[in-house]
Structures are given as C-alpha cells and as structure tokens.
C-alpha cells in the first residue's frame, strides 16, 4: 500500500496548475450547460493567465502609436513631404495659402479704399483722397472694374470713348470715294486719325489696368506717352502739309524733323 499512495501523491503534485476534466453525468447535466462551463472557462483562464484577451485586428493596441501615426499624417499633409517639420516650409506654405486667399476675395469682390491704404506705387496724386482702386492683380479685374465708380472712371470712358469715336471717323473719311478726297489728302489725315487713336487707346488701357501690379503700371505709362508723342506728330502731319502746301523742300524738311523727335521721344520713353 505504500507504493500505490507513493504514486497517487505524484500524480497529485503534477496535477497543480493542470486543468482537469469535470466528469459529465448525463442524468444532472445537459449537453448545452456543459459547453457553456467550457467557453467561460477558456475565457477566465486567458484572462488569468495573460491578463489580455484576443484584439480585434481594427482596434489600435497602443494609443502612443496611433497618435504618432495621426502626427505624420498631418505633417505630411501641411509640408508635402513626410520630413521633418521645417518652421521655414511651414512659414512659406502659410504666406502662400494667404496670397490664394486674399486674391481670390479681391477678384470677387472689392471696395474703393482710401489713399492712406494704397500702396506706395499706387499713391500719384494726394488731392484724390476718397474712392481709390486697391490692387487688383488680375486682368480680368482690371476690366470689370471700368464699370464701377472710383478715382479713373471719368479717365477711361472719355478715352475710351475717344478712341472709339475716332475709329469710327477714320472708317468713314477714308471710305470715301477718290472723287470726294484725294488719295493724298487721305494719308495726311489718316496720319493724324492714327495718332489720335493711339493716344486715347494708350490712355484707355494705362487708366485701366495700372491698378494691376508695379510692372504694368510702369510699363502702361511708358506705353501712354508714347501715344501722346505720336498724337503730336500725327498732328503736325496736315498743319505742314497744308502750310507748305506750295513748297515742297521745306515741307519734306519740316515733316523729317517732326517724325525724327517723335521717333527719339518714343526710344527714350520705352528704353528708360
């Protein structure tokens, strides 16, 4: 008998920590019961055992990690890149997104603005002090804008208007029939109808659209004074023609020098 309580306390010390098999009696215990003890035995023993249950693949398992993966997302969407946070990038894009921003109000829709408020290459005249164009850095604009009230409304449509009114003019003098006007005195007045268009148009487009940037402006005013020398010169053309109508050296002279000032006035214009 000592050999066999010898074995059965073995068995019983290797019977620590082991799970063991509850006998089912089928006349106590269904089936269903007996399946149920099971599974929330499996669940308390994982419980227990590794102080965690099973994750859901979807379900984040370190909250550490998923905000540093938000993190780069977010830095990735403001730099474009995946490097790192660069507070001079950062800077430039902002600066950028502003510019966007505030172009496209402008474009949508402005109010005239008081000369204090406008830039340094905008402020021509100080005795305009109400109802100034802001900078409109569109073309588009630029010609909307003819149809609103503010400080070049009175300048545009009178050249506009001019220039215009001298097209139609012209068409209709050099339309005639030789009959009416000779050929000569067509391309004397067809000087001065050319001239006259220039200039106003010239003027038209400076009025228009110096409001556009520092560049347009400079270069629409260059452009502006170069449509008043050739109204200058273009009127000279017929007062020479008809005043030397009976010399024909002093008239050919006379009308050189003209086209020759104009000419130089035109260069120093553009080139300065």
Same mark, same amino acid.
């Given at each position: ?14 019977? &620590?920590? &082991? ?23 499996? #669940? ?8 965690? $249950?099973?994750? +859901? ?8 990690? /998923? ?6 997302? +977010? ?6 890149? $995946? ?18 921003? #505030? ?60 220039? #215009? ?8 003098? /050099? ?7 000779? +050929? ?16 106003? $148009? ?28 050739? /109204? ?19 008239? #050919? ?5 003209? +086209? ?13």
């Amino acid at each position: 008998m000592s050999h066999y309580s010898d074995a059965e306390d073995s068995l019983d010390i290797m019977d &620590v920590g &082991v799970r063991k098999r509850k006998v089912w009696d089928p006349e106590t215990e269904s089936i269903s019961s007996e399946i149920k003890e099971l599974l929330e035995d499996d #669940v308390n023993s994982l419980v227990e055992e590794d102080c965690v $249950g099973c994750p +859901l693949p979807s379900t984040p398992e370190d909250e550490n990690m /998923l905000d540093s993966e938000m993190s780069d997302v +977010l830095k990735a969407a403001v730099l474009g890149t $995946g490097d790192e946070l660069d507070i001079s990038t950062l800077a430039h894009n902002a600066a950028s997104q502003a510019e966007h921003v #505030v172009r496209k109000m402008i474009q949508a829709g402005w109010s005239v603005c008081h000369f204090r408020n406008l830039p340094a290459w905008l402020q021509d005249n100080d005795f305009l002090i109400f109802g100034h164009r802001p900078p409109l850095p569109s073309f588009r604009a630029c010609f909307k804008s003819i149809f609103r009230l503010h400080t070049e409304t009175a300048n545009i449509w009178t050249h506009l208007l001019g220039c #215009v009114a001298f097209i139609g003019i012209a068409i209709f003098f /050099l339309m005639r029939p030789t009959m009416e006007i000779e +050929l000569q005195e067509k391309i004397v007045f067809g000087a001065f109808f050319a001239g006259a268009i220039l200039c106003l $148009g010239m003027s038209f487009m400076f009025h228009t659209v110096n409001c556009h940037s520092q560049f347009i402006g400079k270069l629409f005013s260059k452009l502006d004074y170069c449509g008043i020398a050739m /109204l200058i010169m273009g009127s000279f053309v017929p007062w020479v023609y008809y005043g030397f109508y009976c010399h024909f050296r002093p008239k #050919v002279v006379y009308l050189s020098v003209v +086209l020759r000032t104009g000419h130089n006035q035109h260069h120093g214009q553009l080139m300065g």
